[in-house]
Every structure is written in C-alpha cells, then in structure tokens.
C-alpha cells in the first residue's frame, strides 16, 4: 500500500517580466499541461484566483462558479497582477498549486506536470459521479479534465426539460476516450419529499407539472420500475420520504456522500429534509454526519442498500466528480456491468481519500454467512492514497467503531487492519475521515454482510427511529385537498406497515 504522508501537492511558481513600456493592457500565458510520465497534454481543472483572492474566469473558457477546464492548453489573457492557482485532475493525481505576475504586455508559455499517485481504473475502480447538471456540450471535456469514466446527465428535472422540444437521441450511451460513458437521460424528481435521480431510462417520466406533495413520488417510481436496467438513487439520505422509498423496494443506492458536501466548504443545513440535532452533530462536519449516521442505521435493520456519490455541479459549486462512487468492474469498464456492480455493492464512496479493500479476499457487498453458533472472523485488508491528512482509519461494525488505527501502525501491517468477529449477522466496512475543518471529507468502503443462522441482524431501536420518522411525516403531510391527500397517504401507511414489521422481527437491541 501507499504509505500516507501530507498533503500530495507541488508549488509552481510562474514570474512573467514582461516590458513595462508595452502599450498592450493585458499580460498573457500560455499554460500547457501535461503527463509527467508520458509528456502527453492533459485535459485538467484549474481554480485561479487574482490579489484579492477573488475567482477570475478567463475569456472563452468552460467555466463554472469557481473553476474551470482546459483541454491540453489554455491561453490566460488576463488584466496585469498577481494570480494564484490550484490545478487538478480528481483526486488520482498531485495537486499543483502555484502564482504568476502578469505585467502590461508580458506573453510567455509555460509547462505544468501532473503526476498521478494512484491507478484505480488499472485495480479495476471506475470512477462515477451520479448527481450532474452540465451542458451536455462540455460533458467529455469535463469528464476529461476529472478523469471521470461514468457520467449520467440530468437533462430533465421537474418542469424542465431539454427534450421537451427536441427528439429523443436514439444512442443514449455516449462512448469516447476508449473506456469513458455518459448517458444523455439522467433526471431528477426533486419536491416536497426530498430528490429521486433516474437514470438508464428511455425516455424522461412524465413528471411535468406535478405539485411539491401531489402525486406521490412513489407513482413515479412505478413507472421507472417498468424499464429494464432503470436504477435510481436516493439523492440525500435525510430526505423526508426516503424511509417511504426504501419501504417500497423500488430504489437501488442512497447518495451517502452527496451535494450538501462541497470542496471548499458545505451547505450546512438539511434544505426541507429531516432536521439533525445541532448538539449531536454540530458545525461543518454535522450534516455530513448526519447523513452517514442515517446510513448506518438503515443497514442495522438488515437492508443492503450501496452507498453513492453526487457532487450536483451545475447547481452547487462542486466541481464535476468531487464527490465520486467507485465501482469495481476488473480491467475492463462496460456501462451496464458498471450499474449491475453499483447495485451489487462492489463500492467505495469518496470526496477525498481513496481505499481499495479487500475483506477475506472479497469485495463490498459481500454476504458471509454461518451456521448458528459459528463464529466467522474478517480480515481486512486495504490499499490507501491520500492528499489531504488523516490521522486514523476507523473499522465501523454495526455503526460502531471497533478499531482505531493510527496511520503509523496502518504503514507497519502493510495495509492489514485488526480482524473484527461476528458471533452473530451484521455488517463492517472501513473509513478515513480527513482532518478538514471546513467540510466533511472522507472516504468509506461500501459494507460488507455477515449473515449468520440465515437472518441478518434487525436492530429494534433503528427500526423503531424509522417507523416514528414515517408517522411525524405522515402527521405533517401539507395536503389539504382529501382525494390527493388520501393518494398520498396510501404509501405512507405502507411504510408504516413496513417498518412496524422490521421492529416485530428485531434480533438486536
């Protein structure tokens, strides 16, 4: 494995003397990219920022709230001053951070290396980001630029619509660069009851002109279900309906690392989702807590739901495939067998830190299973890359940290954490939480399952949480109209129903 170290980044320092006689305004660079391996240009992304610390955006460039591409090479005609920049390409390559002065009339050309510290594509981890609003125009580039191989693209949400006045693609798998996909039919159901994302479908749901509460996202979930190969992803866990969907068996993922989380920063509220407890989960990390806690509580109830990743850029300021889901597909990438190992749980979730693990020789998603009374022991074993520092990894069995080891001892066992026992069924996975104050950034293994006299453990207090989650949203149900009301309030009772037969059948406290 990778020994862990500081922060992976290089400074380059840029000085333009340029005449200070020279009648021209502006000061110009050529900035090229490249492959420090190869020496082939690269497609990257570049946050720039002038003497106030204020982003720049330069003439012409794909550009987006903070950052933007460039495809190889990009000229920055830029008003003379100071600049400072940070370039990257995802998180498998070095960041570079660096400045320039631009005098009145300077024009020189100058080469950025990047270096990739880890291959996850090479270990058989494709990279995806589930939660994207960009023009489809610059999709390859930006998919490109963050070295993203699977992409769906949200091109109908609610009322709007790309296709409503144009025709239908007939491919709707976009294929380039050998081993990158996107598909042009991504949506998003996003109204009272929290987001639904919608992917691999023929054609949008015909959701146009439907009311925040009316009618229940559940209808709409029915007609995905129709369509083969549909998958769709609970967006945020704290969603108020989300327990309603998971009831419904119709739903494959839940965005564990989702859009609240953002590279420089967090929307530190949970919009109109369930609310957390600011004194359980305060400050920046809280919400990205929070929604990882309500993860965890769900697999405590026996479900086997794979965590995702969203970064929502386009409409928050994430850029593309910050928060990203890996897949393992081996070492080659097929579209649909990416989705089949995404709902296999074959997965880890990150924004930051990146694991490769291994579990008895297995991969996430794992069943082990045993005969009562049989004790089953799991040895972990993980590869790990890091940019920014992380004192610990945790070992979390049934939502509970079992093991603490500190990165000195990780480096020692050569990538072998401390095995955990099951003497009964549970679930284990493996996480690295970063020692960023500003936003909540990690990275999680998907879970593994032990499964031991046939039954998966049903924990009574988290059945119990969500069953008393379903009756203060049914209680609350802004629905004045009885017929739509009475709809509605249909699939809140079969939740109940749902969740009220996990509480009876719980093995566990």
């Known amino acids: 494995p990778a020994l862990p170290g500081a922060v992976a ?9 340029g005449s200070a006689a020279s009648a021209a305004p502006r000061g110009e660079l050529l900035l090229k990219v490249v492959d420090e391996a190869t020496g082939q240009p690269l497609a990257a992304r570049m946050h720039l920022k002038d003497s106030r610390g204020q982003p720049v955006e330069p003439p012409k460039s794909v550009f987006f709230k903070n950052h933007f591409a460039i495809d190889g090479q990009i000229t920055l005609k830029l008003p003379p001053g100071a600049y400072t920049f940070e370039l990257e390409r995802g998180p498998e390559y070095v960041i570079v951070y660096g400045n320039f002065q631009l005098d009145p009339g300077a024009s020189d050309e100058k080469t950025v290396k990047l270096r990739r510290i880890v291959d996850m594509s090479a270990e058989g981890w494709w990279s995806g980001d589930l939660h994207v609003h960009r023009p489809l125009e610059q999709i390859e580039l930006l998919m490109r630029a963050d070295d993203l191989h699977v992409v769906p693209v949200i ?31 991504a949506g998003e159901d996003e109204r009272g009851g929290g987001a639904l994302l919608y992917f691999n479908l023929k054609e949008p749901l015909k959701i146009a002109g439907a009311e925040r509460e009316y009618p229940s996202p559940v209808e709409f979930l029915k007609q995905a279900r129709q369509v083969e190969g549909a998958h769709v992803d609970i967006e945020k866990p704290f969603w108020w309906d989300m327990p309603i969907w998971i009831a419904s068996g119709m739903t494959h993922s839940m965005g564990v690392i989702n859009n609240h989380l953002w590279r420089d920063g967090v929307l530190d509220n949970e919009a109109w989702g ?9 400050g920046a990390h809280g919400n990205g807590r929070w929604s990882r806690d309500i993860y965890y509580r769900l697999l405590n ?29 081996g070492s080659q990438l097929d579209y649909d067998t990416w989705w089949r190992n995404l709902r296999a749980g074959q997965v880890v979730v990150t924004n930051g830190p990146l694991l490769r693990p291994r579990v008895n020789g297995q991969l996430p998603g794992h069943v082990f299973r045993g005969e009562p009374g049989e004790t089953i022991t799991l040895r972990v074993e993980l590869q790990l890359m890091l940019r920014s520092p992380v004192e610990y990894l945790e070992v979390v069995q049934d939502g509970q940290v079992v093991h603490e080891v500190r990165l000195e001892e990780y480096a020692r066992s050569q990538g072998r954490l401390p095995p955990v026992e099951f003497e009964r069924s549970g679930w284990l ?50 629905l004045r109209d009885e017929a739509q009301r009475a709809q509605v309030l249909a699939y809140h009772r079969g939740a109940r129903d749902f969740w009220q037969k996990l509480v009876e059948q719980a093995n566990a406290p």
Request: hydrophobic share 35%.
């Open 301 to 329: 109830c026996g479900l086997r739901i794979p965590p995702s990743a969203g970064s929502a850029s386009g409409v928050l300021p994430n850029p593309v495939g910050y928060n990203r889901v890996y897949v393992h597909c």
């Open 155 to 185: 091109t109908w949400w609610n009322n709007n619509n790309l296709w409503q006045q144009r025709e239908l693609p007939e491919q709707l798998v976009r294929q380039f660069d050998t081993n990158r996909f996107y598909h042009l039919l």
């Open 9 to 17: 980044g290089v400074l380059l320092a840029i000085v333009l003397a």
């Open 429 to 478: 996975l493996v996480r690295a939480v970063t020692n960023e104050q500003g936003t909540y950034r990690y990275g999680s293994t998907g879970p593994y399952y032990v499964e031991i006299g046939g039954r998966p453990r049903i924990s009574k207090q988290d059945a119990q949480f969500f069953l008393d989650w379903v009756m203060e949203r049914a209680s609350n149900l802004p």
């Open 274 to 282: 369930k609310p957390r407890d600011r004194s359980l989960y305060p």
